[in-house]
């Protein structure tokens, strides 16, 4: 629970709760020793009051008339001193000055935390052995505890401004040290995604700077690594295609011709087939071997090299690859929307493009179960973007890539695009994003996103 609460959540509530225990703590101490300490300074007037009455009756026993002394006695006592006279017949003792006042001067919480000692103190008066009256020390406690409530407050204010000022301080420093951790999160968050652009700003503590100016120095390394490796795998693709391309020429070259030369041969053997016999029906035989030879490597050389691209363009190529795929699976029924601006790239990119929708529809026709296909290939600003959705079973679950993705997705990072892999209401989607530019001017690395509102990988 702790660790779910912010930065500035967990300096704060401890300064709350020492504020909290301060005001306690004083009330404890003011418990324990201001009742004990009021008790102590009011002893004196209590012996005097026992004084006081002592010699009174010493007095009244050796006065000739002891009532007219009392009364002499009586009228010298001040109505507002802590000393009174108190007469039986006036009956009980009336209520205690300091209960009288002392609510003008503290809450009454305040005198119920002190616990007030008593400190009333009542000794009697003897005439003749006849107890006539009491002299009572009734104390005016007003200004003892006047003086504790305003140290009180003081006490408390002074706690509470400085627990303010200790929050101020505290919220200064928290947002000068959570602002660079800030900035260094978001910064790590970006080189993560592959944007390593964008410096992290410096500041705050020296600790702090130092792990931005660490960050900083690590985003600059990897960017000239994934530049370097975005270099690598454009040549890598370049030398594909190269080694395609010279294989597809031998095949064309080499192997066709023979091919050719079989069915020619076969065709003079079948021409010949009444005067050969039974070996007619052998000829037959050899000749469907040799065309189906014959569409097998036409097939090859297709997805080795579709050499027609250099001399149609990549949206009649393009065309031309779905116009086979719904003669293969007429099944499917397939739509399309090809950009006609797409003639006008070329290279690796056309190439990509190509094998991107020549794989993904190779997916649909051998995994996919589909019964609709949906090809879209577009440029939208500086992006080529391709979508390839159809609504077959999806990625079964577990399923990593396999050769055909796993080659696509090779062929996208060399030219800094992204690959995403979608299924969203009830459609899977292959979605391409390549720049137009130039891959080495393209800022941001490449990614393959999968999720189905889970991951999923699957060469379908």
Sequence with gaps: MWQRLSFRTQLFLPLG??????????????????????????EPARRSTRTIATALNNTLRNSDNPKKTLDAFVQMLDTSSDIQFRRVEEGPSPLPKDDQRNLKVAPQWFINL??????????????????????????????????KWIAFLALTSLVAVLTVLTAIVAYVFAGSALRPLQHLGEGLTRM?????????????????????????????????LSEDNRDLMHRLVSLQDD????????????????????????????????QAGN????????????????????RILDRLRPLYIEELGLSTSVQTLLQNFRKQAPHIVLTDTIGSDLNGVDGPLA???????????????????????????????????????????????????????????????????????????????VRCRLPVQPAREAPVSPSVILSENRPAQIER
Aim: one cysteine or more.
């Design 17 to 42: 709760l020492s504020f909290l225990a301060a005001l306690v703590l004083g009330g404890i101490l003011l418990q324990i020793f201001a009742a004990g300490q009021l008790s102590e300074e009011n």
């Design 114 to 147: 002190i616990a007030m000692p008593d400190m009333n103190a009542a000794s009697p008066v003897v005439i003749d052995g006849k107890h006539v009256g009491d002299i009572m020390f009734l104390p005016d406690l007003s200004a003892d505890l006047f003086e």
């Design 192 to 224: 993560r995604r592959g944007d390593y652009a964008k410096p992290i700003p410096v500041g705050g503590p020296p600790e702090i700077r130092q792990s931005c100016e660490e960050a900083n120095a690590l985003a600059a390394t990897l960017a000239q």
């Design 243 to 274: 080694e395609r391309r010279d294989l597809a020429r031998e095949l064309h070259d080499e192997l066709g011709p023979l091919l050719f030369s079989i069915r020619a041969g076969t065709i003079a053997l079948i021409d010949a087939a009444p």
């Design 279 to 298: 070996l007619g029906n052998s000829a037959e035989e050899v000749l469907q071997s040799v065309e189906a030879l014959q569409q097998t490597n036409r």
């Design 351 to 429: 190439q990509t493009v190509y094998r991107v929708i020549q794989e993904a529809l190779t997916n649909v026709l051998r995994h996919a179960k589909a019964g609709s296909a949906d090809v879209q290939a577009t440029i939208t600003g500086e992006a080529l973007v391709v979508d390839i959705s159809d609504d077959g079973g999806g990625f079964p679950e577990g399923n990593v890539f396999g050769r055909g993705l796993t080659g696509m997705l090779e062929r996208v990072r060399a030219l800094s695009g992204s690959l995403s892999l979608l299924r969203v209401d009830g459609r899977t989607y």
